[in-house]
């Protein structure tokens, strides 16, 4: 059986098969798929993106989802005990919830797939949307230099699952203090941002607007980037906190419309899951 808590469990190749899954999704193939298939999952109710395509993609698929509030987890009940129940008429698991330990005791005990829809560690299936969106608008985004601007946190961690195994270069641009281990590091974003492709963003958090008061990308900064280069800040984004107005009206904002394959890449996951299942992986 196959799971998707981590990117760092996955190959180029599975990468690149979760994106052909997506491709033909697009072309009209799988319509059927989760006919007759119930998928439970545990989502936030300020969750909106992540959910949302989960849910329209389950639907299109022919499957049911049947939702419930990641805090139903927290409870005396051993999670070995209710994963052993859900076991007997789920036929996959998306949990969005803060701790990734706990993803992986429901994973250690299901008997479906169980994919991780975000945790306080990673959001891996965000970063393959996102490498999927770039795909389709880059020659080759492994040859891509990449900015990340934000504080250690499980954007900045997916980002740097993505780059070790899709081969592309990573920085990190931070206040000190704020580094991502085993990452190169620039405390100074208007050094950092000059060549790079592809611009990353994450909320800086209410906590720390004092400390990334500078590292705030704006138009100007951009223009120090790349000709053809792409911001790509994560969502939700705040205007005038880690990106400008000006910027996010500006060409180089990849817009609402790079997320939209969000819903073929988590279906192309939760199929590509179900078919390991089937293989026995």
């Excluded at 592809?198 to 980037?225: P, Q, W, Y």
């Excluded at 790349?226 to 005038?240: E, S, T």
Aim: proline residues 3%.
């Amino acid at each position: 059986m196959r799971n998707f808590i981590r990117l760092s469990d996955f190959t180029r190749d599975d990468v690149l098969r979760i994106f052909q899954i997506a491709d033909d999704i697009l072309q009209g193939n799988y319509k059927r798929y989760l006919e007759e298939k119930t998928i439970v999952m545990f989502f936030p109710a300020s969750s909106i993106r992540t959910r949302v395509t989960f849910e329209k993609g389950i639907h299109l698929l022919g499957g049911q989802s049947i939702l419930f509030a990641p805090e139903t987890l927290d409870k005396k009940e051993d999670i070995k005990d209710v994963t052993g129940y859900l076991n007997n008429w789920a036929d996959g698991l998306i949990v969005r919830h803060k701790d990734i330990s706990l993803l992986e005791k429901i994973a250690d005990n299901a008997q479906v797939p169980v994919i991780n829809g975000m945790t306080d560690k990673n959001h891996p299936c965000e970063m393959l949307a996102d490498m999927y969106a770039l795909s389709k608008i880059r020659r080759d985004l492994t040859t891509d230099q990449f900015l990340f601007v934000g504080a250690a946190g499980n954007i900045g961690y997916a980002w740097k699952e993505a780059s070790e195994l899709m081969g592309f270069s990573l920085i990190q641009c931070c206040p000190q203090g704020y580094e991502m281990e085993g990452l190169q590091t620039c405390n100074h974003l208007y050094d950092a941002i000059a060549d790079k492709d592809i611009i990353c963003t994450d909320s800086f958090g209410s906590n720390n607007l004092e400390n990334f008061r500078h590292f705030k990308v704006t138009l100007e900064h951009m223009k120090r980037a790349r000709k053809d280069a792409v911001l790509n800040p994560c969502p939700p984004f705040y205007r005038g906190e880690e990106v400008s107005n000006d910027v996010i009206d500006s060409p180089y904002f990849a817009g609402y419309h790079f997320k939209k394959c969000l819903m073929e890449i988590q279906q192309a996951i939760i199929i590509f899951c179900m078919q390991e299942e089937t293989r026995g992986v």
